[in-house]
């Protein structure tokens, strides 16, 4: 049996008659990048406030590191760092001074944990600038550092690239991927970038109206996203006629722009191409594609962006 880093067993939250979080079976494992996706309103962050004890369930079961963390609260949330929405810290002190007093909060500090965590998320160098002055991107930087400072076995962030141009982005994604494979901490990660997401996480975990619709290994959802060549002609419903008439094809989707994706018979694009032209089509596109982590997600949902 597979013990892991998070588990919940039907984890419901409720605000009056209003449902925040519905019978959610989470499962996080150890050592692992598990991506949490979701529209806003979703459930995400009401699920990571329970996970962090910042939200009292109405009903359901929560293990951290197989077991019951109301059990031994103190003991288990030191194995954790966080970030839960937009970072809160002194607006009159500078990056250092607010990481020294989280330290004496905390305790149980190496000497060099403040300094390590500043140098990770790319702020060692910034001694006088005041955190009121900070710009979101590195305010979410700091928040970073401070959930890594005591070198936690559990991070728990919620949209922690938020405010990140692309090279602070870049830098944060390394900086998790190498947390993750070179000191094993495992993370639960939420974001509305399904790139970084895809690029990121072993697992994703999809919600959508309160409940975990899909958990799926990466691995796994990429062998499911299948090859289609697209094609953009003329007549659209002549197109289908001919798909089916002469190459017995049905698995087709037809789309806006005059555009139509086949996800059958692929090796024989050549031979379909010929045939709409000799049909008087016009062929003015055709490209083999993948079906990406934004459309799965999409199609899942019934439509919509993220975020």
């Not at 030191?78 to 004496?104: C, D, H, V, W």
């Amino acid at each position: 049996m597979t013990e892991y880093a998070i588990e919940t067993k039907q984890l419901t939250k409720l605000y009056g008659e209003e449902v925040g979080v519905n019978n959610l079976n989470l499962h996080v494992e150890h050592g692992k990048i598990y991506g949490l996706l979701g529209r806003n309103g979703a459930g995400k962050t009401t699920t990571m406030r329970m996970l962090l004890n910042l939200v009292n369930p109405t009903d359901g079961k929560i293990y951290l590191f197989g077991e019951d963390y109301k059990n031994c609260p103190a003991k288990i949330f030191r194995k954790i760092g966080s970030i839960i929405e937009t970072p809160g810290f002194y607006e009159n002190l500078t990056a250092r001074e607010n990481l020294q007093i989280l330290a004496m909060l905390r305790g149980k500090h190496r000497k060099d944990s403040i300094d390590n965590a500043l140098r990770i998320v790319g702020l060692l160098d910034e001694t006088k600038k005041v955190f009121s002055d900070y710009s979101l991107g590195m305010k979410q930087r700091l928040g970073i550092a401070a959930a890594i400072m005591h070198e936690p076995e559990l991070l728990i962030l919620d949209e922690p690239i938020n405010g990140l141009d692309p090279i602070g982005i870049h830098e944060i994604r390394n900086f998790l991927l190498s947390f993750c494979k070179e000191k094993g901490t495992t993370i639960l990660i939420s974001s509305h970038v399904l790139s970084e997401i895809e690029q990121l996480a072993d697992v994703i975990g999809v919600m959508h109206e309160g409940r975990l619709i899909e958990e799926v290994d990466m691995k796994e959802l990429h062998k499911r996203n299948r090859q289609y060549v697209e094609f953009r002609i003329s007549n659209e419903n002549m197109a289908c006629v001919l798909l089916e008439k002469h190459f017995n094809i049905n698995d087709y989707t037809v789309h806006e722009n005059n555009t139509i994706r086949i996800y059958y018979g692929i090796e024989k694009r050549g031979e379909i191409n010929r045939c709409f032209v000799d049909n008087g089509l016009l062929v003015t596109k055709m490209n083999i594609n993948e079906e990406k982590l934004e459309e799965y997600f999409s199609n899942l949902i019934g439509g919509g962006k993220i975020g």
